[in-house]
């Protein structure tokens, strides 16, 4: 095997729009991936690119840029491999209390054939997916990087990037970085409506529905912070159901499809690590993204492929960089 430019580790949204963005910018890439591709917590999403109201307000620039380059990668992603994502632009709906405001249009993707169109095009650019494969450390010298140690041998890159969602602070442990995360589960389930059709995302206080481009109507998602397990339990489906049919009536007479679960990984300080590790030269992070990690994907992907071409982002990095809790202390 030839030694890639960049090593990524993790093949949810983030490892993989990093990788599709830098074998666009000509670097040679090689994903490993302890499960297989897009599995983790990128499987569970509903796939939002959500309003500036969910969000933190130093995210607002990244997801700006992120719904900025949305249309163009789906659409590239298209041409090159004939996959759609699922993208659609539709009214937006939030309503707390008796309250109702109305953003339109607010786009969405379908994570799971995003995914899929992903892996498409980094294969057919000459990226190399290598699944079953466990990273369990980070190998250096005093020099330089030297690359990673998998469950099948060592795999050697003068750049590694750690995209391993909750695997991420355990392989920055390895070299002895701490980073603070925890586990936010998340149940979800999808129903399709008997007759008629939902036309706009609706977000309540306590659960969303949101109408995909096949027809599916998927109800999320509950929050059980510390939880690491991807069971479904029968109180979190019936707290969905319940909100979800006092939010939009019609779904009592809703058919079921499928029921899941994920695990977000969350930040002490509810902000993503991107960029650098502790100033090691050729490692890079890029987790952290709690509910947002689909809508902060391809913005997440840009400003990292500048950092790691030497380039100045798009979006300042100084607030995301893996050494915030011991420069605040
Ligand atoms: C119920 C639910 C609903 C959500 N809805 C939305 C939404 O509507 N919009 C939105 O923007 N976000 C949403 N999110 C959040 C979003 O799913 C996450 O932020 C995003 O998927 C994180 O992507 P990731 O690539 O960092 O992690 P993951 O998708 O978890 O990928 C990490 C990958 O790394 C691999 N890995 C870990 N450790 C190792 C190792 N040692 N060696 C090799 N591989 C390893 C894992 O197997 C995994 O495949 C939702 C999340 C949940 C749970």
């Excluded at 949810?12 to 074998?23: C, N, Q, S």
């Excluded at 980070?138 to 060592?154: C, F, K, P, W």
Aim: include cysteine; charge should be negative; hydrophobic fraction near 40%.
């Amino acid at each position: 095997m030839t030694q890639p430019d960049v090593l990524i580790i993790g093949t949810g949204i983030i490892g993989l729009t990093l990788g599709y963005e830098l074998l666009k910018r000509g670097q040679g890439v090689h994903l490993l991936e302890q499960s297989t591709v897009g599995q983790g917590a990128t499987r569970a999403a509903a796939g939002m690119l959500a309003t500036d109201e969910e969000l933190p307000e130093a995210l607002h620039e990244l997801a700006a840029l992120s719904r900025m380059l949305y249309p163009g990668l789906v659409q590239q992603l298209f041409d090159e491999t004939g996959l759609g994502s699922g993208y659609l632009e539709q009214p937006f709906c939030l309503q707390h209390a008796n309250q109702q405001m109305t953003f339109n249009p607010v786009g969405q993707v379908d994570p799971r054939l995003l995914t899929q169109a992903l892996r498409s095009a980094i294969e057919r650019r000459g990226g190399v997916i290598e699944e079953e494969t466990t990273v369990s450390r980070i190998e250096r010298d005093e020099r330089a990087m030297i690359g990673v140690m998998t469950s099948r041998g060592l795999r050697t890159g003068r750049q590694v990037i750690v995209a391993a969602g909750r695997g991420s602070e355990t392989l920055l442990g390895t070299i002895g970085t701490t980073i603070d995360t925890f586990p936010v589960k998340g149940e979800c389930l999808s129903v399709r409506l008997a007759t008629g059709r939902l036309d706009r995302t609706l977000f309540g206080d306590t659960v969303y529905l949101v109408p995909k481009a096949d027809g599916r109507i998927i109800i999320g998602a509950t929050e059980h912070v510390g939880d690491e397990s991807t069971t479904v339990s029968l109180e979190g489906i019936r707290s969905l159901l319940a909100a979800a049919i006092n939010l939009y009536p019609p779904l009592a007479e809703a058919v079921f499809v499928e029921a899941w679960a994920g695990v977000r990984p969350q930040t002490g300080d509810g902000l993503p690590y991107l960029g650098t590790v502790d100033g090691i030269d050729g490692l890079f992070v890029a987790t952290g993204h709690h509910r947002h990690g689909i809508l902060l994907a391809p913005a997440t992907a840009n400003v990292l492929a500048d950092c790691l071409m030497g380039q100045t982002p798009r979006v300042t990095l100084d607030g995301f960089n893996s050494r915030r809790q011991e420069e605040s202390r």
